[in-house]
């Protein structure tokens, strides 16, 4: 399409755009000329109708109005929530697309923002399930139910919802009976815990007037073993009226294995309970991956897709080529999982980490597992690294999603380990990170994503880099 974008994209306007890319938030990429517009609602290979709602100086953002030619990718999503649900983005989209699309959003990321271009992307490695895939679901209470036209087993009415956010609605809640990406198990006990909220006399959560009484739900189903955690967060205890939940649902559910109930008077939608109280069975679920067991407790992070971990972490051992001599740093260390699970292929692994209960909850696993050669280190990255002098053969790097410090970085270059494994959840800030990493002392050796989320944009990836 070739037409002047000072004047034909402005703020309101409609256009035909035909979609020739996509870009880590998912949207749809088109070009006029050389300009780039991001549309929401739209895949490469759609054509489509797009108002533009946001104009700046080197590209803008538009909606899809109408689709007037489906991409050939495009399929019929089983979910009647999807489009409304601010869950899942590319459930109208076949899997084997999805993988393609995160590939090329990598490949693009890498060579735009890390100047890696020689880099090859392989095809990431599929989730071995694309649906009922997640061990963990939060579901919220609230007071503002977003309104459809949906009628048949979860009524939309005024003044309760439980379910999850209407897209880029944090304020509105969508009732929620059916969720595609937990079991049917965990839906049938979401509609049960639905039905006994709306019928206790006791009011959802507002966000605007911070009243209320149900605030969320949090299931988690092991996917390899049978523990089953039904987490209910209130704003008080209500005694009477949790009891009554309580054997109404064990009634239901034999299945349950925990049964915890939080309270929590904070202001911020964070699903964490300030105190928690065991309503039945044990207070944790216990989780494995390969041949190791975790135990995870009501508000801990664990990875949400168990089989696509262990794809992630069979990556990690594969990409590192362990022969079991190395002293391995494991940087974000987290619970430890990265670091036991690879405990059996190398001679020691010192994880570091800056939260102390995620540091306790590491070192508990390592002796529930009888592992003797993983220590866990409660540091700031930036400090221990500022102070360390001894260099290891290998380094993990699993940073949040902003990616890694330039302090730590410059602290990486020092130390100059043979080899780092750096595992990012976000490919933009990993090549950022990367192209300063490969200035001057590392090339990239190997690059394996990993999908872990199916229906959605989010990748994990792992690089491999060697001393020149």
Same mark, same amino acid.
């Given at each position: 399409?070739?037409?002047?974008?000072?004047?034909?994209?402005?703020?309101?306007?409609?256009?035909?755009?035909?979609?020739?890319?996509?870009?880590?938030?998912?949207?749809?990429? !088109?070009?006029?000329?050389?300009?780039?517009?991001?549309?929401?609602? +739209?895949?490469?290979?759609?054509?489509? =109708?797009?108002?533009?709602?946001?104009?700046?100086?080197?590209?803008?953002?538009?909606?899809?109005?109408?689709?007037?030619?489906?991409?050939?990718?495009?399929?019929?999503?089983?979910?009647?929530?999807?489009?409304?649900?601010?869950?899942?983005?590319?459930?109208?989209?076949?899997?084997?697309?999805?993988?393609?699309?995160?590939?090329?959003?990598?490949?693009?990321?890498?060579? $735009?923002i890390g100047g890696l271009r020689d880099v090859q992307i392989p095809a990431p490695v599929p989730s071995p399930r694309v649906f009922a895939y997640r061990n963990k679901m939060e579901f919220t209470f609230g007071d503002r139910p977003w309104?459809?036209?949906?009628?048949?087993?979860?009524?939309?009415?005024?003044?309760? +919802?439980?379910?999850?956010?209407?897209?880029?609605?944090?304020?509105?809640?969508?009732?929620?009976?059916?969720?595609?990406?937990?079991?049917?198990?965990?839906?049938?006990?979401?509609?049960?815990?639905?039905?006994?909220?709306?019928?206790?006399?006791?009011?959802?959560?507002?966000?605007?007037?911070?009243?209320?009484?149900?605030?969320?739900?949090?299931?988690? #189903?092991?996917?390899?073993?049978?523990?089953? &955690?039904?987490?209910?967060?209130?704003?008080? #205890? !209500?005694?009477?009226?949790?009891?009554?939940?309580?054997?109404?649902?064990?009634?239901?559910?034999?299945?349950?294995?925990?049964?915890?109930?939080?309270?929590?008077? $904070?202001?911020?939608?964070?699903?964490?309970?300030?105190?928690?109280?065991?309503?039945?069975?044990?207070?944790?679920?216990?989780?494995? =991956?390969?041949?190791?067991?975790?135990?995870?407790?009501?508000? *801990?992070?664990?990875?949400?897709?168990?089989?696509? +971990?262990?794809?992630?972490?069979?990556?990690?051992? #594969? =990409?590192?080529?362990?022969?079991?001599?190395?002293?391995?740093?494991?940087?974000?260390?987290?619970?430890?999982?990265?670091?036991?699970?690879?405990?059996?292929?190398?001679?020691?692994?010192?994880?570091?980490?800056?939260?102390?209960?995620?540091?306790?909850?590491?070192?508990?696993?390592?002796?529930?597992?009888?592992?003797?050669?993983?220590?866990?280190?409660? !540091?700031?990255?930036? #400090?221990?690294?500022?102070?360390?002098?001894?260099?290891?053969?290998?380094?993990?790097?699993?940073?949040?999603?902003?990616? =890694?410090?330039?302090?730590?970085?410059?602290?990486?270059?020092?130390?100059?380990?043979?080899?780092?494994?750096?595992?990012?959840?976000?490919? +933009?800030?990993? *090549?950022?990170?990367? !192209?300063?990493?490969?200035?001057?002392?590392?090339?990239?050796?190997?690059?394996?994503?990993?999908? &872990?989320?199916?229906?959605?944009?989010?990748?994990?990836?792992?690089?491999?880099?060697?001393?020149?």
């Amino acid at each position: 399409m070739t037409t002047d974008p000072e004047t034909a994209i402005k703020k309101g306007a409609e256009l035909p755009l035909t979609i020739e890319g996509v870009s880590f938030g998912g949207q749809g990429v !088109a070009r006029i000329d050389d300009f780039v517009v991001f549309v929401n609602g +739209a895949v490469p290979g759609d054509r489509v =109708l797009a108002r533009i709602v946001k104009k700046k100086k080197s590209f803008a953002e538009a909606v899809t109005v109408e689709r007037l030619d489906a991409s050939v990718s495009r399929t019929d999503a089983p979910c009647r929530h999807f489009g409304t649900c601010g869950g899942c983005r590319w459930m109208d989209v076949d899997y084997a697309a999805q993988l393609e699309f995160k590939r090329r959003t990598i490949e693009d990321l890498f060579a $735009r923002i890390g100047g890696l271009r020689d880099v090859q992307i392989p095809a990431p490695v599929p989730s071995p399930r694309v649906f009922a895939y997640r061990n963990k679901m939060e579901f919220t209470f609230g007071d503002r139910p977003w309104l459809t036209d949906i009628t048949d087993g979860f009524p939309d009415e005024p003044g309760f +919802a439980l379910g999850l956010h209407v897209a880029k609605n944090f304020a509105k809640v969508l009732n929620i009976d059916h969720c595609h990406l937990q079991s049917d198990l965990a839906n049938a006990i979401l509609r049960h815990v639905a039905s006994f909220a709306r019928t206790s006399g006791l009011p959802a959560y507002s966000v605007r007037t911070n009243e209320g009484f149900w605030r969320f739900l949090i299931l988690r #189903q092991c996917a390899r073993t049978s523990d089953l &955690m039904v987490h209910v967060i209130t704003t008080e #205890q !209500a005694a009477e009226t949790m009891n009554g939940f309580r054997d109404e649902l064990l009634n239901r559910f034999p299945e349950v294995t925990s049964l915890v109930h939080s309270t929590s008077r $904070r202001k911020s939608q964070v699903a964490i309970g300030e105190q928690e109280f065991v309503l039945a069975g044990r207070p944790i679920v216990t989780e494995r =991956l390969g041949p190791f067991e975790f135990e995870i407790a009501p508000s *801990a992070f664990f990875q949400t897709n168990t089989l696509a +971990a262990e794809k992630l972490y069979d990556t990690v051992l #594969q =990409l590192g080529e362990f022969d079991g001599t190395e002293r391995v740093y494991d940087l974000y260390s987290g619970t430890g999982t990265i670091a036991i699970y690879l405990s059996g292929h190398v001679r020691e692994v010192v994880g570091v980490e800056r939260a102390p209960d995620a540091v306790a909850n590491a070192e508990k696993n390592a002796r529930h597992n009888g592992v003797v050669n993983c220590v866990f280190r409660q !540091a700031d990255i930036r #400090q221990a690294l500022a102070g360390c002098r001894d260099r290891p053969e290998a380094l993990i790097l699993d940073p949040p999603r902003s990616g =890694l410090h330039p302090d730590v970085v410059q602290s990486v270059l020092r130390l100059s380990p043979p080899s780092v494994l750096y595992i990012s959840c976000d490919p +933009a800030t990993q *090549a950022r990170d990367l !192209a300063l990493l490969t200035r001057d002392a590392y090339a990239v050796e190997r690059c394996q994503p990993v999908d &872990m989320f199916p229906h959605t944009y989010h990748i994990e990836n792992v690089v491999k880099l060697a001393l020149r």
